[in-house]
C-alpha cells in the first residue's frame, strides 16, 4: 500500500506567477483535501474533492484551484501568485469523504518571492 | 467566527503525563481529532472522538465533552521521540476541517 506522495518537494515562484502541485492519494482513497500551512500555524483547509467534484472549500480567494482525476489523484492550482502565498501546502487524502481519519502527504514548501 | 485553542507550548519530562487541551468555537461539530506533526514532516493521525468520552490508544488518550466544548490528548510514559507538534482539529461543517494553531511539546531527558 503505497502512502500519499506530493511533487515537487520545494518551489520557489516570483510574484504573480502560477503554480501547480500535484498529490498522489492512498491506494484506495476516493478523497483529496489540501491545506495551507504557515510556519509555526496549523493546516488551514483550502478544499476537498470527492470523486472528481469540489465538495468543501476553506476561505481562499477563487485564484486557488483545483482538479481531481479518475485514479482520485488532484492538482492545486494558484494563479496570481502573492508574497503571503508563501507556505508548506499538504495534501491528504482519506477512504471516504466521510471518513475521520487523513492521511497526509510530506508537502510541498512553497516560497514566493 | 470559528477557532480551535491550544497552548502553545508544554514541557515534560521523559515518562511523565502529559495533558494538551483544546477548546473550540464552530458554526457545527461532527467530532474532534487530534494530529502529531514532527519538524519537517506530514501531520499524522492519532485519534477521533465523535461522541462524549474517553478513547485510548495505547499510550494515547483523547476525551471530547461537547457540552464543554472541550477536548485532550492524554500521552503516558512520555519518549524522547514524543518531541513534535499536536494538533486539534475539527470537523467543523459539511466536508471542512478546522485545525487548532498546535501545541510544541518538548520531552526532556
Known amino acids: 500500500e503505497t502512502g500519499v506522495t506530493q511533487s515537487p518537494t520545494h518551489l520557489i515562484k516570483t510574484r504573480g506567477q502560477q503554480v501547480t502541485l500535484r498529490c498522489s492519494s492512498q491506494s484506495g482513497h476516493n478523497t483529496v483535501s489540501w491545506y495551507q500551512q504557515a510556519l509555526g500555524q496549523g493546516p488551514q483547509f483550502i478544499f476537498q474533492y470527492y470523486r472528481e467534484e469540489e465538495n468543501g472549500r476553506g476561505n481562499f480567494p477563487p485564484r486557488f484551484s483545483g482538479l481531481q482525476f479518475p485514479n482520485y489523484s488532484s492538482e492545486l492550482n494558484v494563479n496570481a501568485l502573492e508574497l503571503d502565498d508563501s507556505a508548506l501546502y499538504l495534501c491528504a487524502s482519506s477512504f471516504d469523504r466521510t471518513n475521520e481519519k487523513l492521511f497526509f502527504g510530506s508537502g510541498t514548501q512553497l516560497s514566493v518571492l | ?109
Open chain 2, 1 to 109: 467566527g470559528q477557532s480551535l485553542e491550544q497552548p502553545s507550548e508544554v514541557t515534560a519530562v521523559e515518562g511523565a503525563i502529559v495533558q494538551i487541551n483544546c477548546t473550540y468555537q464552530t458554526s457545527g461539530f461532527y467530532g474532534l481529532s487530534w494530529y502529531q506533526q514532527h519538524d519537517g514532516g506530514a501531520p499524522t493521525f492519532l485519534s477521533y472522538n465523535g461522541l462524549d468520552g474517553l478513547e485510548e490508544t495505547g499510550r494515547f488518550s483523547s476525551f471530547l465533552s461537547r457540552s464543554d466544548s472541550y477536548g485532550y490528548l492524554l500521552l503516558q510514559e512520555l519518549q524522547m521521540k514524543d518531541s513534535a507538534s499536536y494538533f486539534c482539529a475539527v470537523k467543523g461543517g459539511t466536508y471542512k476541517y478546522i485545525f487548532g494553531t498546535g501545541t510544541r511539546l518538548k520531552v526532556l531527558a
